[in-house]
């Protein structure tokens, strides 16, 4: 079982629209996460992170823990063509390492 | 806000040449990361260093080395490049009390 898991989509939403992106994670004692956003051919950037359960804002972004499920979401509403990319979850691993762990992406496509 | 960069955004090398890509961050970051990013397989650590003259080996170690001399500075060395060794290479870093982890914009390292 992979450590931390996406549907790597495309997931395509009409602009306007809410997009939910969702990922599991295996690490019972992972107590940080974070989504990142990854244009075509640019680095990861950092756009949320949570540490407790329950919901996180950040303008138009969303993020929800549910550390009972090992879930972890991130909602973008009011989706914009600006928003197309590959959004990668990140969890840290437990251990005296705290490495963080990425999942494979999901590619969001935004309809205009 | 932080700032990691990295030495070159384009890197064209022949096999078997010695390479090193460095890379800075301006937070007083503990903490820094090299991983190699290939489709398909997402994002793999290299190395990380959680402090000055202190490396560890990450998921895939072989065929490179690291050096971190200053705590601001770390750099990536390929020994004797080869074909297999072209990618997208980022720098990553983070402070320890955050967890949050910044990358660098990235160097597209090819190997003829």
């Known amino acids: 079982q992979k450590e931390v898991e996406q549907n790597s989509g495309p997931l395509s939403v009409p602009e306007g629209a809410i997009a939910s992106l969702n990922c599991t994670y295996s690490d019972r004692v992972s107590q940080s996460f974070f989504w990142y956003r990854q244009y075509s051919g640019k680095s990861p950037e950092l756009i949320m992170s949570?540490?407790?359960?329950g919901d996180k804002e950040d303008g138009r972004f969303t993020a929800q823990l549910n550390k009972a499920s090992q879930y972890v979401s991130l909602l973008i509403r009011d989706s914009q063509p600006s928003d197309s990319a590959t959004y990668l979850c990140a969890v840290i691993a437990g251990g005296a390492t705290n490495k963080l762990i990425f999942g494979t992406g999901t590619l969001l496509a935004v309809q205009p | 806000d932080v700032k990691v960069t990295q030495s070159s955004r384009y890197l064209v090398k022949r096999t078997g040449e010695k390479v090193f890509l460095e890379c800075v961050q301006d937070?007083?970051?503990?903490?820094m990361f090299w991983y190699r990013q290939d489709p398909g397989l997402g994002l793999r650590l290299i190395y990380f260093s959680y402090d000055v003259k202190m490396k560890e080996k990450g998921d895939i170690p072989e065929g490179y080395s690291v050096s971190r001399e200053k705590k601001e500075r770390f750099s990536l060395i390929l020994e004797s490049a080869s074909t297999n060794q072209t990618s997208m290479y980022l720098c990553?870093?983070?402070?320890?009390?955050?967890?949050?982890?910044?990358f660098g914009p990235g160097t597209r390292l090819t190997v003829l």
């Open positions: 949570i540490y407790s359960n």
């Open positions: 990553a870093s983070r402070g320890t009390p955050s967890r949050e982890q910044f």
């Open positions: 937070m007083d970051h503990e903490n």
